[in-house]
Structures are given as C-alpha cells and as structure tokens.
C-alpha cells in the first residue's frame, strides 16, 4: 500500500499558479503536523512549509507572500497553494509528517513542478 500520493504537477510559465494535493492513505493524517518538501535537480530535498494540526502555517523565506499551505482532515489531505511561480521553483514536491528525526509515512514518488517559459 502507498501511504502517499502526490498530484497537480505540471508545466507552468513564470508567475503562473499550480495547486498540489497530497493524500495520506493511511489513518492518523489528522493528528499530525504535514509538511511540504521540494528537490531540485541536483539538490538536496528541502522543506517547503508546514500547517500544524491546527491549521497555522509557516514557510521558508523563499516562498512566503506566494505559497499557502491548507488541509481537509476529511480528505486526509494536504493542499500546496503555488502563486507567482518562478523557474527556481523548479523541483519535484513531496509532502509527509516529521516526528523528531523520523517521517511517520513512506515517501511517496512526489509530483513535478517545471517553471519555464
């Protein structure tokens, strides 16, 4: 069984918008912080932003003013909000929940996100 499935990738030109949904198929979903990563070519995985279970957020400097972060705990669903995109963004998106050093779900294969003109 995957325990996450990563979707809404796709091709966008600069300062274009993309929604990406992560679904936990598991139970629990709900009792966990969940966190968005990306990795660009050639880099490390990196952390994008996160939403508590209740609802408040936080992100990386990079994306703040254009990435929201919300979830639909009926769904067991987290949603990645990307505005103004731009070809840095570039990467493949991933999201899970870190307990301390661990990630409570096995990755998933994440969903391609290209900004190109």
């Known amino acids: 069984q995957v325990d996450l499935v990563e979707s809404g990738g796709g091709l966008v030109q600069p300062g274009g918008s993309l929604r990406l949904s992560c679904t936990v198929s598991?139970?629990?979903?709900?009792?966990?912080?969940t966190e968005w990563y990306r990795q660009a070519p050639g880099k490390q995985r990196e952390l994008v932003g996160s939403i508590t279970t209740g609802g408040s957020t936080a992100y990386i400097d990079d994306v703040k003013g254009r990435f929201i972060i919300s979830r639909d705990n009926a769904k067991n669903t987290a949603y990645l909000q990307m505005n103004n995109l731009q070809p840095e963004d570039t990467g493949v998106y991933y999201c899970?929940?870190?307990?301390?050093?661990?990630?409570?779900?096995?990755w998933g294969q994440g969903t391609q996100v290209t900004v190109s003109s």
């Open positions: 899970n929940s870190q307990t301390g050093p661990n990630f409570l779900w096995d």
């Open positions: 598991r139970s629990g979903f709900r009792l966990y912080d």
